[in-house]
């Protein structure tokens, strides 16, 4: 409003411009700051002065290079396997009849909002190879030695993908939830069988949306700290995080490590080039100014399969870990397994009663979570329309510093973060604000990806209509872009939130005394060794976590979960 | 500020001399009243801490603050290489945010040491510790406050207590091939220390013979405690009072307290060169070898450092178990080298 009526010169300055380019500003002060203090980090001589002899002492150790090879294969693996959980689960619930379609949406909401370290942790009680119950119960039926070992690359690879899918669940459904039935019903009028129209039409056009997920999936793997801690360094499998964190021991080689996270910045570099390549050329509007039916359409026998592979999809990732997490969390001693006379509620008791750390810390990480979930959708919607609609120069290298600070895994991106504003003249160290710049500046990449396949799903002509009708860019956005899109920004929102409360990497560096969250208590738990605690902790976050989130759907938008029927 | 840095210096003085006439006498109360009264003016300290949990770290503050009221104690918990990592950045950063530093890294401290970023300051509570803490730096630039014991922990409903290890040497012993499970050197402080322990008694080819016989290995020493717990393997080498402090819950571990000697971590403080709360800091040195520490060590089924003091009900006195440990030379020069000789034994 005020910089509409700024006089004449507002005329011919269009304001919104003004806005998008203060909000690109933020966006390059965010990502450029820590990014590029790493590089010059990476860069920097003992005395002074350029040199490449951290890069040397980063690759000269073959283990040092194996990490990063196995690193890329997990990547690669756990990705595959999210788009195999995700895919049909999404489409099932989008497009199908599948039944009970709101229980399974419901099911993968539960898993993204389980952190991963602590799936981790009811994985290992799971598929440990001698005590993981899965096990006990195989040996117990079939005799022998029990199949499952988590402590390997596959079982580490799982269990990535068992609480990344989500995301690719959730851009999937969004982009599968705005492609109208005409477009399918168009293709088999045309002769085309189902299978060829969910082939050649229904996964082409939300392919924008699979590959932005797929890719976060796939930074998120290759920067995830808690899960290979607790089940690679068992398997005696090195990953690039891993190996990081030894850059960070005594004595400390932050130079080291910054070159070392070099390739995974590289790699986010690669995939965005492979994304534009695949992507370009085509058209992926599926929201235009005319309306469009969407039912869901009818799979006969197969919604049954569908309804199976769902089911077992619910079972690895929410239902079995549940139950694990539950018993343990109402036992005195977790080790002695469900019995009448291990059961108590001290655990419960002591984190409500007794610790006042425990809600301190839940309120905390609601706060930081929220502020930075609103703050990473505003911008991220600026970086998707600048770049959707080259409302400023330079849209790649907009695109890639939002993306960029996902592919540097979260305790590079801490020491940065320490360093840029932990101490003098800015002194954040301890504040709650350098956890929300750290959460923004680290999940601007979800909300960016999510905006941006928001934007170019929307015909222009909407916007163009506003214009040619005397209204302005402003106008236009406001009254057309953002209640276009509320259910994507508000998804952005509570995306970014979730995963801001399951962020445990740069949060254990930059919480401090008073501004801990609950996943830095979680870990702190573990090292503790008390799992009853830690359990009973994970329950109480994921219930806050679940409660938060549905009354903010509710009072946002009507169910932002299930769109149409 | 002359006049309370030349007092500070004469205090120094007095208090590195008089040891040799006060040895096992109890701290002179008047010298604590002078320091509470000095550190009250500083109203407050803070204490970088990666010796305890949080809440027994929030526990200590709080009742520090009773014992010497006045004088607040700010709780920066984090794992020891954290703190460190922190500590640096303020000093590059030019400044003083911490008053004490407890770090589980002998390494920090001679690190600290040599670039003369710690305060020379023996407490004359160092005196009541038990002999196998006192003087661990000739200079007082550390001191021991705390203590830890690594033995052979063991599954009960796995394993009887007669069949249980008790020695290092089941670690190599193929009769537990794929049975044990130990902690990662460079993910644990003590487990570097313990492996420092290892090799001076067995020599490198331990780490190899380790290696072949597949213990399961865990991030953190903790971990141990864990996989014991779980029956994921049967017994480890793991932390004494952890394991206690689960058996008291009812967990079915327990420890086996080996012929060789368990293996004595000894964790230092230190006072801040640069720091701006001087008698804080004194005071909290003091405080830090004293009864209510000791009580507090004993509730968490610590056997308190403190010589004499009774350990809880079910937790030995440290006075009656055989304990060994590596100096500090051979920590500091033993870990970062044997490291890498696990690494390339483990892979990781």
């Not at chain 2, 205090?11 to 006060?22: E, Q």
Request: charged share 15%; hydrophobic share 50%.
């Amino acid at each position: 409003m005020a910089l509409a009526s700024q006089g004449p010169g507002a005329r011919r300055l269009d304001p919104t411009l003004v806005v998008f380019s203060l909000l690109i500003l933020v966006l390059v002060f965010l990502v450029a700051n820590p990014v590029l203090r790493l590089v010059y980090e990476s860069l920097r001589g003992d005395e002074g002065g350029l040199t490449l002899s951290n890069y040397a002492s980063a690759f000269g150790r073959s283990r040092y290079v194996t990490a990063l090879w196995n690193t890329l294969y997990l990547g690669i693996t756990a990705t595959a396997f999210s788009l195999i959980l995700a895919l049909p689960l999404a489409w099932g619930v989008s497009r199908t009849n599948l039944p009970a379609k709101g229980w399974f949406h419901l099911g993968v909401l539960a898993a993204f909002i389980t952190p991963p370290f602590l799936g981790a942790i009811a994985w290992v009680l799971l598929a440990g190879p001698n005590a993981g119950w899965l096990n006990r119960g195989w040996v117990a039926i079939f005799g022998g030695d029990g199949p499952f070992n988590i402590f390997s690359f596959w079982g580490v690879a799982v269990v990535v993908a068992l609480y990344a899918f989500p995301l690719v669940y959730i851009f999937a459904k969004s982009a599968l939830d705005l492609i109208s039935t005409e477009l399918e019903d168009a293709a088999s009028i045309h002769g085309a069988g189902k299978l060829a129209t969910l082939r050649r039409v229904t996964l082409p056009l939300i392919l924008p949306a699979v590959c932005g997920a797929a890719i976060l999936v796939f930074l998120e793997a290759i920067a995830l700290y808690g899960t290979p801690v607790l089940l690679a360094i068992p398997a005696g499998l090195n990953l690039a995080t891993t190996q990081m964190a030894a850059f960070f021991e005594y004595p400390v080689r932050v130079d080291v490590a910054a070159a070392y996270a070099m390739p995974m910045l590289a790699t986010t570099v690669v995939l965005l080039a492979v994304q534009k390549l695949l992507l370009s050329r085509k058209g992926y509007v599926s929201v235009s100014g005319k309306g469009g039916e969407r039912r869901p359409q009818d799979i006969g026998g197969w919604k049954w399969v569908l309804f199976a592979y769902a089911f077992f999809v619910m079972l690895l990732t929410v239902i079995m870990p549940l139950v694990m997490l539950l018993g343990a969390s109402f036992s005195r001693a977790w080790g002695r397994g469900i019995a009448a006379d291990n059961f108590t509620l001290a655990n419960f008791r002591h984190i409500f009663l007794e610790q006042a750390t425990v809600r301190d810390t839940i309120v905390n990480t609601l706060m930081y979570s929220a502020a930075a979930a609103a703050i990473c959708v505003v911008i991220g919607l600026a970086v998707a329309y600048v770049t959707q609609r080259r409302v400023l120069p330079f849209p790649g290298v907009i695109q890639f510093l939002a993306l960029a600070p996902f592919a540097v895994p979260g305790i590079v991106l801490a020491v940065a973060f320490y360093a840029a504003y932990g101490g003098p003249p800015l002194s954040l160290y301890g504040t709650g604000l350098i956890i929300v710049i750290a959460f923004v500046t680290r999940f601007l990449p979800i909300s960016a990806t999510a905006a941006t396949a928001a934007v170019k799903s929307l015909n222009p002509e909407l916007e163009e209509a506003v214009r040619i009708l005397g209204g302005s860019r402003r106008m236009a956005i406001t009254r057309v872009v953002v209640p276009l899109l509320r259910k994507t920004l508000l998804g952005a929102f509570i995306l970014v939130f979730v995963i801001a409360t399951r962020e445990l990497s740069t949060a254990v560096f930059l919480t401090g005394p008073n501004t801990r969250v609950m996943s830095v208590l979680i870990l702190d738990l573990s090292e503790q060794g008390s799992y009853e605690v830690l359990a009973a902790v994970g329950i109480v976050m994921l219930a806050v976590t679940t409660i938060v989130v549905a009354v903010g759907a509710k009072f946002v938008g009507r169910d932002f979960m299930l769109r149409r029927h | 500020m002359g006049i309370s840095r030349r007092h500070f210096n004469a205090a120094l003085g007095a208090s590195i001399a008089l040891p040799a006439f006060f040895a096992r006498a109890a701290t002179d109360e008047a010298h604590l009243k002078t320091l509470h009264a000095a550190a009250q003016k500083e109203g407050e300290l803070t204490w970088y801490v990666a010796h305890t949990t949080s809440e027994v770290a929030e526990r200590m503050s709080q009742r520090f603050t009773q014992r010497y009221p006045g004088v607040r104690v700010n709780v920066v918990r984090t794992t020891a290489q954290v703190a460190y990592q922190r500590l640096n950045q303020d000093m590059k950063a030019g400044v003083a945010n911490c008053d004490v530093f407890a770090s589980t890294d002998l390494g920090h401290f001679v690190d600290l040491k040599q670039r003369k970023a710690l305060m020379p300051y023996r407490p004359q509570s160092a005196a009541l510790l038990d002999k196998r803490f006192q003087d661990i730096d000739p200079d007082a630039a550390y001191n021991v406050t705390g203590s830890n014991l690594i033995s052979m922990l063991y599954n009960t409903a796995r394993v009887p207590a007669e069949k249980a290890p008790r020695s290092w040497k089941a670690l190599t012993d193929p009769a537990w091939k794929g049975q044990l499970s130990v902690g990662h050197p460079g993910f644990s402080g003590f487990v570097g220390t313990w492996l420092v322990q290892m090799v001076e008694l067995y020599g490198e080819d331990f780490i190899e013979a380790l290696a072949a016989n597949q213990p399961q290995v865990g991030r953190s020493i903790i971990d141990t405690v864990t996989t014991v717990i779980s029956g994921e393997r049967v017994a480890s080498a793991g932390p004494v009072s952890l394991a206690l402090m689960q058996k008291s819950r009812g967990n079915p571990i327990d420890v086996s307290y080996v012929d060789e000697g368990c293996v004595l971590m000894v964790l230092p403080s230190a006072i801040m060169a640069n720091t701006q709360r001087p008698n804080a800091a004194k005071l909290w040195m003091e405080w830090a070898v004293s009864e209510d520490t000791a009580r507090i060590s004993t509730e968490e089924f610590n056997s308190p450092v403190l010589a004499g003091f009774p350990p809880r009900e079910g937790v030995r006195p440290l006075a009656e178990i055989k304990t060994i440990q590596p100096t500090v030379k051979q920590i500091i020069e033993g870990v970062p080298e044997l490291t890498e000789v696990w690494r390339d034994a483990f892979g990781v």
